[in-house]
């Protein structure tokens, strides 16, 4: 028997966005959103738009872990395609790539010229400073809803210890994990029922 959707749930999945504004949105994303743009995105599609909920955009970066390439993409194709459809999905994708890589581009070519000049290398390592704190706040906000589930925090640890002290590729903690992960939750899940 299907579950009752709750109210946010429902309210997040039927708001239907313009091609226009997944187009405007993801362009912000991708121009505020040094070092990945996973926080704006974050903010831009659950917090003030309501596009989707906190679960679904969690869910949608889990799956975007094992798509190749970089996940804010697949996050703007996934949210894109989820509102409405192939052009949703085009119009995000557009929006978040059409800018930056022009101006990644400028900038990489900049870099390449310029690359023995101090400032320019302390800028750099003030940014990646800052877009690391960034992301370890994201992943930490959206380990908030799963912190009455003592399973779900031991593969986060996992996963973080198996990137950060054993200094394992993404793939592999991933791979390595996912199954483990899976058989807890269904049997936590069951353990509730």
């Known amino acids: 028997m299907p ?4 109210s946010t749930t429902i309210a997040a999945t039927e708001i239907r966005a313009s091609l ?3 187009f405007l949105d993801y362009l912000k994303v991708s121009l505020l959103g040094f070092g990945g743009g996973i926080v704006w995105a974050h903010r ?3 917090e003030q738009r309501r596009w989707v909920s906190e679960a679904e955009f969690a869910d949608i970066i889990s799956f ?18 989820k509102l409405r459809g192939l052009q949703g999905a085009i119009a995000a994708f557009c929006g978040f790539t ?3 890589i022009a101006i990644g581009f400028w900038l990489g070519v900049v870099y390449l010229e310029h690359t023995q000049i101090p400032l320019l290398q302390n800028i750099l390592g003030g940014v990646s400073a800052a877009a690391s704190g960034l992301l370890i706040a994201t992943g930490l ?3 908030m809803r799963h912190r009455t589930h003592p399973v779900a925090l031991l593969f986060a640890a996992l996963a973080f210890a198996g990137m950060v002290w054993a200094k394992l590729p993404l793939l592999v903690v991933l791979l390595g994990l996912a199954p483990f992960s899976i ?3 269904a049997i936590t899940g069951a353990a509730r029922r």
């Open 141 to 143: 906000r959206l380990l």
């Open 20 to 22: 226009g504004a997944l």
């Open 98 to 100: 059409i800018l930056p």
């Open 44 to 46: 831009i599609t659950v």
């Open 183 to 185: 058989a807890g939750a």
């Open 64 to 81: 975007c872990q094992f798509m190749p390439g970089p996940n804010i993409i697949g996050i703007a194709v996934c949210v894109g395609a």
């Open 3 to 6: 579950t009752p959707r709750t």
